[in-house]
């Protein structure tokens, strides 16, 4: 027979699609604009509308439209498959980076509208519905076009879209099935290789294109697979929690998607549709009801799958440890409260990088079960294995998979379903692999044309079995028949990305200010004993867990989202610190007494300042003492002549420019910095990454850096005998830094307190430390434990590594000494050879226009030491940096002292102490910070009679015996423990 070239081919399918929808019958416009923030459906029926064509533009930048929609279904189209066309001026292909709508319908919201969601099916002569139309401004997140400020878009005054169409039409339900089945099998034909499977599909396509039966389509679509593996595709709709658009948006873009998944489940039965994000459906209870409800009822259909643990898919490189933990409990409870779910899989499919902790997190929390993809992303190293198991720092391993088709945003294309099993690299241990489908990062999620492509891809020669199937399935079937499996040990670093250790630096500040002083409002209150605030703490939680979603604490938003975000944590920081000094003032009276709070879980002996004095105190581990000046402290005093400053374990020199020139060591009797090189160096690099400016750090910027020798001003601020500062002024560019350098008796902390006015572009500012250490790897902490590096490119592993993400410190040691750079709120490191830097500032400007720029006031500090980082008490060290002594007045008298918890073992860190979430009982989390075994007692001053070793979620395991307040317990290597102690 004659065969049908591809391009008549493309044509006919184009022909077929096109014809799915005849006729038109026109609709009655009416608009009413809302400049500002949204409002209620009630409010806008009661809005002044104003008459509205087709072709007129509508509404300035994030302004919304609620347009009334009216019309009438001709009579001739009786019996008809009858739909509204809607075209409300959508720019580009993809779902939710453009404008988009809310079709309501009978006060309650019906459909979303968008661009790959444009129909809306009638079923009443009648027509009268509302679309609340949101005018969403396009971001530009890189490039050379300037991005825009989003923040300054809201004034426009100018409309920014045009309505294109409103019309009913005619959808011929078996036209679409025919142009459906035409499209399935091109595609299935376009991806298989030459060969007659190929051939049958093309000859078939053939004998359609020259006698239009259908029926060629359908026997083609018969012929059953032989494939034995099996894709189970699931319904997904990702939603950053803000990204391009503010936290406000994300509330309607949630509506939007989760109203037409509800739809798509009444016509499609077998359709299952897995949503994360607890925080988003509180949003949907709070604010749409009737869309909650709706969940509700699905989830207990079966058809609707709450899935992902987590309160938001958070990034999980910057938040603490316990920030993690409490991700956890908000979003797994919410989801046992809500629908009687317990998820059991951690799903993560756009996240930046996994550490070596979360593994045992996962475990504690109950899970077994792991997902992303993004690892896909990698720019050296691309993952050799999606299914297999990921064992922690711990050694806790868990089942992991990364969905071969390599997105969360499948289209359900029979070319992507055949390249998804042909990618699949562990078909040698298994025949099982998951497919995410539905459009996502801005919502939308499926197309009813997806579901019926997997009804067509059901079983069809040429491609894989496929079955729309649950979450919840899909991972205990694929652990069960997986067999030799490879278990990866570590973290599951992102080779990409590396710039959202840095950018936006106000509001990484904000967060770890935040997650301190909620940390310690839990701790003081518990100790008040009553008048426990939990609604105030829970609520405070769950802001600080929504702005560390994977999009906004990395630095990757619009401007408007940081906006929110540092008012958001500022008033976190600002309502729990309130909450600590209510606490405090109640445990310590009122009087004039020195009463000095510490929150971390060692004793202390330190410097503060009392009203512009240095005094010498000390404080219980998680407690507070009051405390007398002493007037003859046990240290040797610090003091300054001319450019030396040192105290009894520590030397410093610097030069004419401020530069550091020596760190001796007095007591190792060594020299700390590189014979000839300089501390504390700060460097200038131009950063122009090729492609996520926010985002990404390239290798290549190492090749470009200035050394910011300039000084413009020093100054000798105090001078001992119990605290020595020296302030260095330097300007660079239009850039102002001032740093003053701190040296307290008996401390071998060397800090540096910072303060910048920032106004550079595309520029990185770090911090160098060349030390004469030597070492083949580094160490960094990550939550609950550390990792260790490589400080060599040997492979391309360390190559892709050039940037790193810690916590508190990292720490570069040889044996019998090494030296330790700690932060009180920066993230990104590099250790390469014997050079320790630390990561400052950016100044991206995609697709925030202006990040970075103004004043910024950080804490850095250098602790030289012998011995190793465990001993040395390095992790004491970073807590205390990032815990400050707190000294307020009371009654109590001299050497008064209470702790809460006391633990015996210097490697276990108390990381929070609180009220139980369902009861009075106290929870405390604490960890084994060394990587090692130990064996620990644990005494509290706090009532006890019983305790209890619980999960995260607070759930009792095993009682612990405890006499007269006092337990003991065994850690393994960083082992995470929850005590419960009953009242």
């Keep these: 027979m004659e065969t049908v070239a591809a391009p008549d081919l493309d044509g006919k399918m184009e022909e077929l699609l096109a014809a799915v929808e005849r006729e038109h019958a026109p609709l009655e416009l009416t608009s009413y604009l809302v400049r ?13 509308y104003r008459p509205f064509h087709v072709g007129d533009a509508w509404g300035p930048p994030w302004s919304t439209t609620w347009f009334r929609v009216r019309g009438r279904v001709p009579s001739g189209w009786a019996g008809q498959t009858v739909v509204a066309v809607i075209d409300i001026g959508f720019e580009g292909r993809h779902t939710g980076f453009t404008c988009e709508a809310l079709a309501w319908q009978d006060g309650k919201p019906w459909r979303g509208v968008d661009p790959n969601h444009r129909w809306l099916p009638i079923t009443s002569t009648e027509v009268d519905f509302y679309l609340e139309a949101a005018a969403n401004a396009t971001a530009v997140v890189s490039g050379p076009e300037n991005a825009p400020s989003m923040i300054a878009l809201r004034g426009s005054p100018d409309p920014a879209f045009v309505l294109r169409q409103a019309e009913l039409r005619i959808q011929d339900q078996a036209a679409r099935k025919t142009a459906l089945d035409f499209k399935v099998l091109y595609e299935l034909a376009s991806i298989l290789p030459e060969g007659k499977r190929r051939s049958q599909i093309l000859e078939a396509l053939g004998r359609f294109v020259m006698s239009g039966d259908p029926g060629e389509l359908d026997k083609a679509l018969s012929r059953a ?30 509506a939007r998607t989760f109203s037409t998944a509800l739809a798509l489940m009444d016509e499609y039965p077998d359709y299952r549709f897995a949503c994360s994000q607890p925080a988003q459906y509180a949003w949907m209870k709070e604010s749409h009801p009737s869309i909650f409800e709706g969940i509700r009822r699905k989830v207990t259909a079966g058809q609707w799958e709450p899935v992902g643990s987590m309160w938001v898919e958070a990034d999980c490189n910057l938040p603490s440890g316990e920030a993690l933990v409490r991700q956890f409990l908000y979003g797994k409870r919410f989801f046992m409260k809500e629908f009687g779910v317990d998820t059991r899989e951690l799903w993560l499919p756009d996240v930046f990088g996994y550490p070596a902790s979360l593994p045992q997190l996962i475990a504690e929390s109950g899970g077994e079960y792991f997902l992303t993809q993004k690892l896909s992303w990698n720019d050296t ?12 720092i711990d050694g806790t391993s868990i089942f ?14 029979a070319g992507q ?3 998804s099993a042909a990618d699949f690299k562990d078909r040698d241990h298994s025949s099982h692999s998951l497919y995410l489908y539905g459009w996502g990062d801005g919502g939308g999620g499926p197309e009813p044309d997806m579901i019926e492509s997997a009804h067509r891809l059901r079983s069809v020669d040429g491609a894989p079995r496929v079955e729309l199937g649950r979450v919840g399935d899909f991972f205990p079937r694929a652990k069960k028949e997986a067999h030799g499996i490879t278990t990866w040990v570590g973290e599951l670093y992102f080779e990409l990305h590396r710039g959202t250790y840095t950018s936006q630096a106000r509001t990484k500040l904000l967060n770890r200010r935040a997650e301190q002083a909620l940390r310690e409002a839990e701790m003081w209150s518990v100790a008040v004993g009553n008048r426990y605030p939990a609604d105030i703490l829970d609520s405070s939680w769950k802001r600080l867990l929504i702005n560390q979603f994977h999009d906004i604490l990395p630095g990757s938003s619009i401007d408007w989202v940081y906006e929110d975000a540092e008012r958001e944590l500022a008033e976190v920081v600002e309502v729990a610190s309130q909450l600590s000094t209510s606490a405090q003032s109640a445990l310590a009276g009122a009087g004039s007494n020195l009463i000095v709070f510490n929150s971390n879980s060692h004793t202390r002996r330190e410097v503060v300042d009392v009203d512009g004095r240095q005094v010498m105190v000390e404080a219980p581990s998680c407690g507070w003492r009051s405390v007398t000046e002493s007037a003859a402290p046990r240290e040797q005093p610090v003091s300054v002549a001319g450019r030396v400053m040192e105290n009894g374990l520590l030397r410093v020199a610097w030069d004419e420019r401020g530069r550091l020139t020596s760190i001796w060591d007095k007591e190792a009797d060594r020299e700390v910095l590189i014979a000839g090189s300089s501390g504390n160096l700060l460097q200038l690099h131009d950063d122009n990454p090729r492609n996520w400016d926010a985002w990404d750090v390239d290798a290549d910027y190492r090749r470009s850096s200035i050394d910011l020798n300039s000084l413009a001003t020093s100054k000798v601020e105090i001078d001992g005998p119990l605290r020595a500062g020296v302030r260095f002024t330097r300007e660079f560019n239009s850039s102002r830094l001032e740093q003053r350098m701190v040296l307290d008796a008996g401390s071998r902390v060397l ?9 550079e572009e595309h520029k990185f500012l770090k911090v160098a430390f060349p030390v004469a250490v030597h070492s083949p790897r580094a160490t960094y902490e990550i939550q609950f434990g550390h990792v260790e590096r490589s400080t060599h490119m040997n492979t391309s592993w360390d190559q892709a590594r050039f940037e790193v993400c810690a916590h508190r410190w990292a720490d570069l040691g040889e044996p019998g000494y090494g030296v330790a750079l700690l932060n009180d709120c920066k993230y990104g490191y590099d250790i390469l050879g014997s050079v320790m830097r630390l990561s400052l500032l950016r100044a991206p400007t995609h697709p925030d226009p202006a990040a970075d720029r103004g004043r910024h006031r950080f804490t850095y500090a250098l602790m030289p030491h012998p011995g190793d980082f465990r001993g040395a008490g390095v992790v004491a060290a970073a807590e205390d940096l990032n815990h400050p002594l707190r000294v307020v007045s009371g009654t ?3 050497g008064e002292e209470r702790a809460l918890i006391e633990v015996d073992a210097p490697q276990v860190v108390v990381e929070a102490i609180k009220r139980a979430e369902d009861s009075d009982a106290v929870i405390v989390r604490l960890y084994e910070a060394w990587g090692g075994r130990c064996r ?7 009532p006890v009679s019983r305790a209890f070793l619980c999960d995260l979620l607070e759930r009792n395991r095993t009682e612990i015996e405890v006499r007269d307040g006092e337990l003991e317990l065994e850690l393994t290597p960083f082992k995470i423990l929850t005590l419960k102690l009953d009242r």
């Design 936 to 942: 620990t007692r644990v005494r509290t001053s706090l």
């Design 892 to 894: 109590l008298g001299a």
């Design 417 to 419: 379903i055949v390249q």
């Design 36 to 48: 500002g923030e949204p409002i209620t459906f009630a409010q806008a029926a009661r809005g002044d």
């Design 400 to 413: 992991t998979h990364f969905p071969p088709p390599d997105t969360y945003n499948g289209d359900f294309s």
């Design 751 to 759: 800090r540096f307190e910072t303060e910048v006015d920032w106004q």
């Design 225 to 254: 697979t032989e494939s034995d593996h099996l894709i189970t595709a699931v319904g997904h709709a990702h939603i950053d929690t803000a990204w391009l658009w503010p936290l406000r948006e994300t509330r309607r873009k949630c």
């Design 381 to 392: 190293n691309k993952p050799v294995h999606q299914t297999f198991m990921w064992a922690g």
